[in-house]
């Protein structure tokens, strides 16, 4: 018995090796250490028993009742083989916390106007579903909104109400208005300046609220919201957050037009003052164009507010899953 022993010590007490042609038993030295077959894990096994209880294994075996044995491994091994776990799964996990929900204009500001519809009336309804949403579905998500009534917040003090509440993200709501009629669909911008003509008579339109605050001049050091030049600066600001902020506006777009059947325009980079302050991921959605009769007539209805507020909801929701998985 004491011969079996010993082989079986240098080997597999398993009974699981392969014999070579020379005699020698084929140990797990001999093997490909990146495989951990039957006969790996054993001798694995067998060693560590002898770490941990500091004895023969085969002797308590033939002592004590086998099977008592093979429970107590079991038992502990995942114990031991826990301390190996890599440090970057111990490091907490990223949660989005915080959101903060823009409505676009309001107050003496009425944004984009429709043949009924006026833009600031559009952008909170549905800013405000999309944060009812949030706080039914998304429990563990604070949502803090720069407006909730026909307030008139400064494009100054938008952003800085998500910087002063640390949040996640920020979500800025708009409609939007072209001269051509005909132009419709809706359009997801991050802060930047690539294509800035093809896009300025927009950003124009909407940084130029800033007009209607006193003292613009003072508040905004000199930016000229209708002067290209004014932009420049915008240029040798951070891009820090424009990945993610990427990823939510490419959500958002495939939700208008994959589940509420809206014609997307895109995902777009514009200078927009309330993006280029926030200091996390921002984007500003353009629901549609109110001067478009279809458009408005849809934005307009309960049921076209609530599509387009479950669309930016989903999309948030599917960029919170995404960051926190990674
Ligand atoms: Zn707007």
Redesign the pocket.
């Known amino acids: 018995m004491s011969g079996t022993t010993n082989v079986l010590s240098r080997g597999c007490f398993a009974g699981c090796c392969a014999v070579t042609q020379k005699g020698k038993i084929n140990s797990p030295k001999n093997e490909n250490k990146r495989s951990l077959n039957p006969c790996t894990a054993a001798y694995a096994l067998f060693n560590l028993s002898k770490i941990i209880f500091k004895v023969n294994p085969i002797a308590l075996m033939e002592r004590f009742n086998n099977k008592k044995i093979l429970i107590s491994l079991i038992l502990v091994i995942p114990f031991f083989f826990g301390g190996f776990i890599p440090n970057e799964t111990m490091m907490p996990a990223f949660r989005m916390k915080k959101i903060v929900l823009d409505a676009?204009?309001g107050g003496v500001d009425p944004?984009?106007i429709g043949s009924k519809a006026r833009?600031k009336d559009i952008n909170l309804a549905v800013t405000l579903l999309v944060g009812k949403y949030i706080k039914e579905n998304l429990p563990d998500v604070q949502v803090v909104y720069t407006r909730d009534d026909d307030s008139f917040p400064t494009l100054k003090e938008r952003p800085n109400i998500a910087n002063v509440n640390k949040a996640d993200l920020f979500v800025s709501i708009?409609?939007n208005s072209a001269p051509n009629k005909s132009a419709f669909g809706t359009e997801t911008f991050v802060m930047g300046t690539r294509y800035l003509e093809a896009n300025f008579d927009i950003v124009k339109r909407?940084n130029s609220v800033i007009l209607l605050e006193e003292n613009y001049k003072e508040n905004y050091e000199g930016f000229d919201p209708t002067s290209p030049e004014s932009y420049m600066m915008f240029n040798l600001m951070s891009k820090a957050h424009f990945e993610n902020s990427i990823t939510l506006a490419d959500q958002i777009e495939s939700q208008f037009r994959d589940r509420v059947g809206r014609k997307s325009r895109g995902v777009k980079q514009g200078p927009f003052y309330v993006l280029w302050t926030p200091s996390m991921p921002s984007v500003l959605v353009e629901l549609g164009f109110l001067s478009n009769t279809e458009e408005e007539k849809f934005l307009m209805s309960q049921e076209g507010k609530e599509y387009m507020a479950s669309a930016i909801f989903r999309s948030i929701k599917a960029y919170k899953d995404q960051i926190e998985a990674n």
């Open positions: 676009g204009h944004g984009n833009e708009h409609s909407e």
